[in-house]
């Protein structure tokens, strides 16, 4: 069995393929995850799929055909296939005595969820399901609930350098030097020293208080507690909680092909009187992402796999990041169980 096609896009879990207010029911939209071509789309009872976007008659991509609420049709020779599970209903040339069963056919199937305001896709390691899937990623607290700030950027770059800024301590100070962010921070790092435990496919930065520093995060009252859980395959969810407030924000990575990943950046909330203040805040998201993005297309343009120096603790999570991802293509290869290797560790750095 194998964990990854090409370059290590890592296979076996779960994907944002995109915003679930972007999806109207009857919609249809095509897209691309780890290279396979998908055709995702909502049926008028609000359930979601994904389906493979290769008429399997043809080949013909399948976005090119109709979506009626009920069937998918292909465009080149009209078969149907149902939105309920991809199997083939109807084909329209066959006579009327063939005994061809048009239900031997089907389009691919992927598990599809509508989770939290994002629409997720599983892509397997094989061409079999496992028998148990893995558990959609959800930020704690927020049931059902959509993000107050959804924004996604496509980084022209794999999905390693795309998730690096999710746990590079080292590169803020120098990277998000907006003001809004934090004010001229390269020129007075502080020390900083954090616990962190192993979690499931990843890592976490034990709870801690917050101490002074990002501007956003008062909003949340006092005694503002932190945790942040980042893993494979390229996510990081942070968990805010102050005596008033909390909030979460989700970074997930969803790499498109080798070289082209999507960022997806969710943030949601529970003061209701920020909802004003929330154009200003999409805009601050996309202006912090596209700092990242800068950089990953200034990395990405000298070389494909640019060398790699971990130097003292700021860039041990980088390093634990790559570790956990070896681990868990040794484990589809050698189709045993991941092992998460990694064990309780305090860093310290200055950012
Ligand atoms: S290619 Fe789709 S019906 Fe022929
Ligand atoms: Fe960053």
């Known amino acids: 069995m194998s964990g990854t096609n090409q370059s290590g896009m890592l296979r076996g879990f779960w994907y944002i393929a995109g915003l679930s207010r972007a999806l109207a029911k009857g919609a249809t939209k095509p897209v691309t995850l780890l290279g396979d071509e998908l055709l995702i789309g909502r049926r008028p009872d609000g359930q979601v799929f994904a389906y493979s976007d290769r008429c399997p008659h043809r080949g013909m991509p399948m976005r090119h055909g109709s979506f009626d609420g009920t069937n998918l049709q292909c465009c080149y020779h009209g078969w149907q296939f149902s939105a309920e599970n991809g199997v083939c209903i109807h084909i329209p040339a066959l006579a009327d005595a063939d005994p061809t069963q048009p239900g031997r056919f089907r389009l691919r199937s992927y598990p599809c969820r509508d989770v939290q305001g994002n629409v997720w896709v599983y892509i397997p390691a094989g061409r079999t399901l496992p028998n148990t899937l893995p558990d959609v990623p959800q930020v704690p607290g927020f049931d059902g609930i959509a993000p107050q700030i959804a924004t996604t950027m496509r980084f022209p770059s794999n999905a390693d350098i795309a998730a690096y800024g999710f746990c590079d301590p080292a590169h803020p100070a120098f990277v998000h030097t907006s ?3 934090k004010s001229k921070a390269g020129l007075k790092l502080r020390p900083k020293k954090k616990a962190f435990e192993p979690a499931h496919h990843g890592f976490r930065m034990k709870s801690h208080q917050l101490s002074g520093g990002a501007r956003p995060y008062r909003l949340m009252g006092t005694d503002v507690q932190v945790d942040v859980t980042i893993g494979l395959p390229g996510l990081r969810i942070e968990h805010i909680r102050g005596s008033r407030h909390s909030a979460c924000v989700l970074a997930a990575v969803t790499p498109v092909t080798e070289t082209t990943t999507d960022v997806h950046y969710c943030v949601y909330w529970t003061m209701p009187w920020l909802a004003p203040l929330r154009p200003f805040a999409a805009w601050m998201a996309r202006d912090f992402l596209s700092q990242d993005l800068d950089m990953a297309a200034k ?7 640019p060398p790699m120096l971990f130097v003292g603790d700021p ?22 169980p991941f092992v998460n290797p990694l064990t309780e560790q305090v860093l310290e750095w200055k950012s």
């Open 179 to 181: 003001r809004w962010w």
């Open 299 to 305: 990395l990405a343009h000298g070389a494909a796999t």
């Open 315 to 336: 860039d041990i999570q980088i390093a634990w990041l790559m570790r956990l991802k070896r681990e868990y293509l040794a484990s589809q290869v050698e189709d045993r």
